[in-house]
């Protein structure tokens, strides 16, 4: 029965739970443009990319001077704050190049939608061209906090349970930043200026409100959330332009499903894209084989779909979404 | 406009001309120098390249005839971009034989697409697929790689001796792994192991998890990755460590490299696996040779490279021509017995016999003894990593 637990847990709640709060904090920075700025922003991959590639650089940097007063924790952390302030410069630098001229033009939130593929595509390429198209890893310090075999000898049990350092780091930022967040946009006065603005764009510059501070405190937030997740997905798997460009659609897919504009909505989609990609993909026989007696174990994997179909999962809530209930979840503006 | 035409017929003359005078032999190399075993490439083509510039440094060949090597990149992936490689080292560098390609489905793709319309002889150092055996080449191509099957029978008695009887299979989801993993389940099934799951895995994901989390449910005594070593494969392992899926890890070819030690580090210790190779004395000038160009020459398919670069070259001295029409009807006769036996670093001698009207058998670094439809009869090296370190355990 325990063991049933350990396995789940190793296998499917952990790695769900760290995929899950890093799809969270991407969809949230989806969401947060949807809300503010009116158009759904697929640049927001390959701002994530880039943003992981100039904290791969400040690493490497920082590794050379040789600073690693953070261990056991990796050096990477020391340099999201550098990659977030070079994040919020380039998105400014964007908005002030690209998106103002449309958002004065009064451009049709399609327009923007193309605009922004434009964008994602030469950060794409920039990326590729700077740091290449090769894997990098830039990760250092404990690998883990428990190790499989660790919690055997440990429990006593016949399963491991391995929770990896980069797993708890990945939870315990996103917490912190959305917590953050929740407080700034209920709390304080941009924030509530920002939830006004994204109600009723007109109400709210009849009510004094400067729509380019929001504007801009929304690319500022945007940023922080692409380093912040970028970085720490890069740091638990592996930075490669090409799977940052990938974590698009899942990210979509959580901002849809907990309706496009709704914070909360994002967060809960994010945990269940996680929980759906991998838990339909996972083969529960070995969960199963800890429940039932030996002669009750079936021969098959127990696995509903194959792992070559993992990315479809989001590709079907999605379109499922799309079809039954187009606002998601949480009553965000249909798209 | 007239003056032109006639400079430029000039030129063309001249160009001819000294191509006639003094023969330049051009063997294409295509590996795949970008992609996924971009990390073996470049010692496999040093290999190749040493045994050219021994033949052309002999001057025996052909009456004196140069060799030089034109690289060309197969990316070891994508079919129409080795194709279009291959197709410009025949048409445009007008090379006279290939040695390639290095994965099994660019090199089927070279071999239907430019060897056979054009006639060329190709002889690859690692595609293993099963599927080459069988395919249509009209006897244009060879290789001193063995097939799968091969393999696929060393990897089941390693396993069986070592006392493995349960193990889950991953595969990298192309011509090479499906071949693989597939000929390799039929074997060992056959000899009384069990497959718990032959599952495949895309290369290039950020994440494996899921694949891994498959594997373990399944579970068995070790994991088999049939994979690439800077790619799905290596990931596969990693995740399988992180999550203490799997203890041992058996690898095929296509993962014995210093970059997964390097990756992986301390739990790939116990883990084994076979690749290609023998225990000639050949092994050795080729480690001598490498020492000097900090080349690791013990590393997977550098002999077969070798091999494969000097069993053209001296099947051209045999038919005295060095057009690939004459040659491919050599090849078998100068790689096998009858004749004196050589090694690398004999090459010179091998060409001075040939010259006089002698025959050779050609051992060369990987053991050589071409069987059925040209492909090696396959010495296989049994390796097991120990503390951080790949080590030949014997040979099979």
Redesign the interface.
Known sequence: MLDAAI?LA???VI?ALS?GSLLALGALGVTLVYAVLRFANFAHGDTMSVATMMAIYCTWWLQSLGIDFIRPLPTALLAIPFAALGTVGLLLVIDRLVYRHYRQAKAPPITLVIVSVGVMLILHGLSRMIIGVDEQ?FFDGG??IV???E??EWSGLKE???I?STQVIAIVSAVTLMAYLFYFLQRTRTGKAMRAFADNEELALLSGIRPQKIVTSCWILVAVLAAVSGTV?GLD??Y?P??YF??LLPIFAAAVVGGMGSPVGAILGGYLIAFS??GL???????AGHLLPPSWVPDG???LI???Y?FAVSFTILVAVLLLRPTGLFRGQAS | MKKFAVILFAFVVMSVSTVNSQETIKLGVIYGFTGPIESLTPAMAWGAELAVSEVSDSGALLNGASVEVVRADSTCTDSAVATAAAERLVTADKVNAIVGGDCSGVTGAILQNVARPNGIVMISPSATSPGLSVAEDDGLFFRTAPSDARQAQVMTDILLERGYPSVAVTYTNNDYGKALSDSFSTVYQAAGGKVTINTSHEDGKGDYSAEVGALAAAGGDALVVIGYLDQGGRGIIQASVDTGAFETYILPDGMIGESLIENIGDPLNGSFGQAPGSDTQGVAYLIEEGAADSIDAKAVFVGESYDAAALILLAMQAANSSKSIDIKDHIFAVANAPGEKILPGELGQALTILANGGEIDYVGASDVELIGPGEASGRYREIEIIDGEIETVRFR
């Open positions: 396995v190793n296998f499917v790695p995929y890893r690998r883990f190790s499989a075999g919690f055997k491991g349970l391995a990896k997905y798997k592996v490669k090409f799977t990938q974590l990609e991998i993909t996972y083969a529960f026989k070995r969960v994997l127990l696995q194959s792992t070559d993992k």
